[in-house]
């Protein structure tokens, strides 16, 4: 191992994770109820027979505290100081907050609840959260960067092994062994993140002897002084001719789950989907990445051996004399230069093959000024057109703080055509690009919205701070904010501010969470509908930041204001204006069929459970009208405002380039299906975002009927977009829940909570995201 310690985001994001689940068992276990899955998993568990009782005891004692003081002994006497540290400082923490949670809590263990008989040991005292299985994860996290995969793989075995043990002898329900083993997670996690993890480096005699059985012995093998985040480099020589030999880390970050899951659900870009695949695979795939592309005429250094085992991989080839670019003097950086680069990615293009960390460094530059291609272990083979536009992206930006931007993408679009880098445009965001372009535009001081206007320039695209998407004055502003103060003040006026606050003390403070979540959630599957109406890969931050653009942008403008900022919004992220016109279109429509689908769907339900046969008439609804249209009023008087003064936008000077699914394909068919389920899905969840927050404030109304009754007024919003916006929307929520039971102080509660969490926090979101991007334009 290293010396030198690494700091991974990733940590503090399990961190976070760990703390979620321990959160949510938590809100559970504070209900003081069992429930029948969980009764029913420790019967399973404490009913194993009792042979291997023993074996599980001895296993069991991993979780005791004092197996921290001598796991930590153990490692400081074979050398490992830090992972000593490490191992006492997790499990020693995991031990306190342990005791700390228990006493939080205050649930009993099995043997003084509802679980049935309780075998082997008659354990009494606190239950939540288990001790041992927090101890146990936390060592086993503290210990996992020092070990090879397979040796982790066991030691989180045996963690969970000593929480399984714990229900076996009856000291435990499952869910604290759930609950300790998230705490210890997040522990050892933060450990990591505080104290940073070692990185393995290959010894030289190690790395000699491995290519001396591979068939090519190396003379004077020596570690290579250039930067590699997933290999360890070397030069040598071997048969009279210069080597680079890469040592692939067998541990590279590139495999880390949670890393892979960032990266699906944040770009929708695994990037290397070849990092699970064993060492010698890995290196393979590289040498014949990199001949393919040498064979179709980039030039790429040859490649002398790429093998590997379960022990290491090499890939060696032949040594180049030159520097990378990012290595190069501004004034190097010729436009001659440039083009010869670029000539260089079009033929990779042509050639179908996407590099995926095409970056400054991964272009080396000869004696003769020709540049060189390196670096294939991320490369794919027949890449798709959003792979292949993201070399173009990755280039792009990490070449913007070294030289002029507009010369550099100049010689883009001279090499590549306009297409190819129009399509590069929405992965020249911050997530989409790899941590060392980032790190080094963040060092050069130089950001991608400056590449962004260039490559807009260069190609004659519309700015999307065009005329015509002007921001809202202070005016409408201070209509809608007073919009929100009306409602808010006048429904807890006519409810009652005491009856409200009742309802929700009486309701408990738990269903909030989930109306969160649902909330939450709902907008996820709104942003999932928005990527898929898009026909270019973009990241889901950006999909998210357009539905909140557009719920703000229709506030203050209607809803056609609201979809030409959502169009805005896309093209900032990189779409091209033709594109996000369209996209714009199949989400509203996507909408309205998705309304449409959970209306009926939930309406017949209804209708067949006989949920809506109770229907009565609402109680007196007049102050609950007035206070709703005042609200309105000043809403309709702030679109007013804001539509004054403002010009028509031009039409959009998009490239001539038609859809690529046209109507009537089976491609376009699948994307309607998956807009209409994605926008279903999120119109369901935020009926049960409307359902939690009537549970939490205590309100008997049937889930069904709760649903049916929102399903319906949902369709209406959205045939009829006035009756969504502040008034109209909480007056018709407010005349549908009393008429199904609910008592009005309650339903005012709960439209208010259900309100501030699925439209006025968005609005609100949204009002910060289009004030931010006319900032940037401005700058």
Same mark, same amino acid.
């Given at each position: 191992?290293?010396?030198?310690?690494?700091?991974?985001?990733?940590?503090?994001?399990?961190?976070?994770?760990?703390?979620?689940?321990?959160?949510?068992?938590?809100?559970?276990?504070?209900?003081?109820?069992?429930?029948?899955?969980?009764?029913?998993?420790?019967?399973?568990?404490?009913?194993?027979?009792?042979?291997?009782?023993?074996?599980?005891?001895?296993?069991?004692?991993?979780?005791?505290?004092?197996?921290?003081?001598?796991?930590?002994?153990?490692?400081? @006497?074979?050398?490992?100081?830090?992972?000593?540290?490490?191992?006492?400082?997790?499990?020693?923490?995991?031990?306190?907050?342990?005791?700390?949670?228990?006493?939080?809590?205050?649930?009993?263990?099995?043997?003084?609840?509802?679980?049935?008989?309780?075998?082997?040991?008659?354990?009494?005292?606190?239950?939540?959260?288990?001790?041992?299985?927090?101890?146990?994860?936390?060592?086993?996290?503290?210990?996992?960067?020092?070990?090879?995969?397979?040796?982790?793989?066991?030691?989180?075995?045996?963690?969970?092994?000593?929480?399984?043990?714990?229900?076996?002898?009856?000291?435990?329900?499952?869910?604290?062994? %759930?609950?300790?083993?998230?705490?210890?997670?997040?522990?050892?996690?933060?450990?990591?993140?505080?104290?940073?993890?070692?990185?393995?480096?290959?010894?030289?005699?190690?790395? $000699?002897?491995?290519?001396?059985?591979?068939?090519?012995?190396?003379?004077?093998?020596?570690?290579?002084?250039?930067?590699?985040?997933?290999?360890?480099?070397?030069?040598?020589?071997?048969?009279?001719?210069?080597?680079?030999?890469?040592?692939?880390?067998?541990?590279?970050?590139?495999?880390?789950?949670?890393?892979?899951?960032?990266?699906?659900?944040?770009?929708?870009?695994?990037?290397?989907?070849?990092?699970?695949?064993?060492?010698?695979?890995?290196?393979?795939?590289?040498?014949?990445? =990199?001949?393919? =592309?040498?064979?179709?005429?980039?030039?790429?250094?040859?490649?002398? @051996?790429?093998?590997?085992?379960?022990?290491?991989?090499?890939?060696?080839?032949?040594?180049?004399?030159?520097?990378?670019?990012?290595?190069?003097?501004?004034?190097?950086?010729?436009?001659?230069?440039?083009?010869?680069?670029?000539?260089?990615?079009?033929?990779?293009?042509?050639?179908?093959?996407?590099?995926?960390?095409?970056?400054?460094?991964?272009?080396?530059?000869?004696?003769d000024g020709q540049p060189w291609l390196l670096d294939f272990g991320n490369a794919e083979i027949g890449a798709g057109a959003d792979a292949l536009a993201g070399d173009v992206a990755e280039l792009l930006a990490s070449l913007a703080g070294t030289t002029d931007v507009a010369v550099l993408v100049s010689a883009a679009v001279s090499a590549l055509g306009a297409e190819a880098v129009a399509e590069a445009l929405p992965g020249l965001t911050p997530l989409a690009r790899s941590?060392?372009?980032?790190?080094?535009?963040?060092?050069?001081?130089?950001?991608?919205?400056?590449?962004?206007?260039?490559?807009?320039?260069? @190609?004659?695209?519309?700015?999307?701070?065009?005329?015509?998407?002007?921001?809202?004055?202070?005016?409408?502003?201070?209509?809608?904010?007073?919009?929100?103060?009306?409602?808010?003040?006048?429904?807890?006026?006519?409810?009652?501010?005491?009856?409200?606050?009742?309802?929700?003390?009486?309701?408990?403070?738990?269903?909030?969470?989930?109306?969160?979540?649902?909330?939450?959630?709902?907008?996820?599957?709104?942003?999932?509908?928005?990527?898929?109406?898009?026909?270019?890969?973009?990241?889901?931050?950006?999909?998210?930041?357009?539905?909140?653009?557009?719920?703000? $942008?229709?506030?203050?403008?209607?809803?056609?204001?609201?979809?030409?900022?959502?169009?805005?919004?896309?093209?900032?992220?990189?779409?091209?204006?033709?594109?996000?016109?369209?996209?714009?279109?199949?989400?509203?429509?996507?909408?309205?069929?998705?309304?449409?689908?959970?209306?009926?769907?939930?309406?017949?339900?209804?209708?067949?459970?006989?949920?809506?046969?109770?229907?009565?008439?609402?109680?007196?609804?007049?102050?609950?009208?007035?206070?709703?249209?005042?609200?309105?009023?000043?809403?309709?008087?702030?679109?007013?405002?804001?539509?004054?003064?403002?010009?028509?936008?031009?039409?959009?000077?998009?490239?001539?380039?038609?859809?690529?699914?046209?109507?009537g394909t089976t491609a376009e068919a699948v994307r309607w299906l998956a807009l209409t389920g994605w926008s279903a899905a999120g119109i369901a969840l935020e009926g049960a975002a409307l359902a939690a927050a009537l549970h939490a404030v205590g309100a008997h109304v049937p889930l069904l009927a709760s649903t049916t009754v929102y399903a319906v007024l949902r369709l209406l919003w959205v045939l009829v977009p006035a009756l969504s916006l502040p008034g109209a929307g909480e007056?018709?929520?407010?005349?549908?829940?009393?008429?199904?039971?609910?008592?009005?102080?309650?339903?005012?509660?709960? %439209?208010?909570?259900?309100?501030?969490?699925?439209?006025? @926090?968005?609005?609100?979101?949204?009002?910060?995201?289009?004030?931010?991007?006319?900032?940037?334009?401005?700058?």
């Open positions: 191992m290293t010396d030198r310690p690494h700091r991974h985001g990733g940590d503090l994001v399990r961190v976070g994770l760990g703390l979620a689940v321990l959160g949510t068992g938590f809100l559970i276990a504070r209900r003081g109820e069992i429930s029948l899955l969980e009764r029913d998993l420790f019967r399973l568990v404490n009913d194993l027979p009792t042979l291997l009782l023993p074996v599980v005891w001895l296993v069991m004692q991993l979780g005791n505290v004092v197996a921290v003081p001598t796991l930590a002994a153990v490692a400081a @006497l074979t050398g490992r100081f830090r992972l000593a540290r490490d191992l006492a400082v997790s499990g020693g923490l995991a031990y306190l907050v342990a005791d700390l949670v228990k006493g939080v809590v205050q649930r009993e263990r099995p043997i003084g609840l509802p679980v049935g008989e309780v075998l082997n040991e008659q354990v009494t005292g606190l239950g939540f959260i288990s001790g041992h299985s927090a101890v146990a994860a936390a060592l086993a996290t503290a210990a996992a960067p020092y070990l090879a995969r397979r040796p982790r793989r066991v030691v989180w075995a045996l963690a969970w092994t000593v929480g399984l043990a714990r229900i076996h002898v009856g000291a435990h329900l499952p869910l604290d062994v %759930v609950g300790g083993i998230a705490a210890g997670w997040a522990i050892g996690s933060l450990v990591h993140w505080a104290f940073g993890v070692p990185r393995w480096d290959p010894p030289v005699a190690r790395v $000699a002897a491995l290519l001396s059985r591979f068939g090519l012995p190396v003379d004077d093998l020596r570690p290579a002084r250039v930067t590699a985040l997933s290999s360890h480099p070397f030069t040598g020589r071997t048969e009279g001719r210069a080597v680079f030999v890469k040592v692939l880390d067998p541990d590279r970050y590139e495999r880390d789950w949670l890393y892979r899951v960032f990266r699906w659900v944040a770009v929708r870009d695994v990037k290397d989907a070849d990092a699970l695949a064993p060492l010698g695979q890995q290196a393979e795939h590289e040498a014949v990445a =990199a001949l393919t =592309a040498r064979q179709r005429g980039v030039r790429v250094p040859a490649v002398l @051996l790429a093998r590997g085992d379960d022990r290491g991989a090499v890939v060696v080839q032949e040594r180049l004399r030159g520097r990378p670019l990012d290595e190069l003097a501004p004034a190097e950086l010729t436009p001659g230069l440039l083009g010869r680069v670029w000539q260089q990615v079009a033929l990779l293009r042509r050639a179908r093959i996407a590099h995926h960390d095409l970056v400054a460094a991964s272009v080396l530059v000869d004696a941590a060392a372009t980032r790190s080094r535009l963040h060092e050069q001081g130089s950001g991608l919205s400056e590449l962004r206007a260039a490559v807009r320039a260069e @190609l004659g695209l519309p700015h999307p701070d065009r005329p015509g998407a002007l921001p809202a004055g202070t005016p409408a502003r201070l209509a809608v904010t007073g919009s929100a103060v009306v409602v808010f003040v006048g429904l807890t006026v006519i409810a009652g501010a005491t009856g409200v606050l009742e309802s929700v003390e009486r309701g408990g403070w738990r269903w909030l969470g989930g109306a969160l979540a649902f909330a939450v959630l709902g907008r996820a599957a709104m942003a999932a509908a928005v990527l898929v109406s898009v026909e270019r890969r973009i990241a889901l931050g950006r999909a998210f930041g357009a539905t909140m653009s557009t719920d703000c $942008a229709s506030v203050l403008r209607g809803r056609p204001g609201g979809r030409q900022v959502a169009a805005r919004f896309l093209e900032d992220a990189g779409v091209l204006p033709a594109t996000a016109e369209r996209a714009t279109v199949r989400a509203a429509r996507g909408a309205v069929l998705g309304s449409v689908l959970v209306a009926g769907t939930a309406l017949v339900l209804g209708l067949v459970e006989g949920r809506l046969s109770d229907w009565q008439a609402p109680e007196s609804s007049v102050p609950v009208v007035l206070v709703g249209a005042g609200a309105l009023l000043l809403v309709v008087l702030g679109q007013l405002l804001t539509r004054r003064g403002v010009r028509a936008a031009p039409g959009p000077r998009a490239l001539g380039r038609a859809a690529p699914h046209p109507p007056v018709l929520l407010l005349l549908a829940l009393p008429a199904l039971g609910a008592p009005l102080a309650d339903a005012c509660a709960a %439209v208010l909570l259900y309100r501030s969490l699925a439209f006025w @926090l968005p609005v609100g979101g949204g009002a910060l995201l289009i004030r931010s991007a006319r900032r940037r334009a401005v700058r």
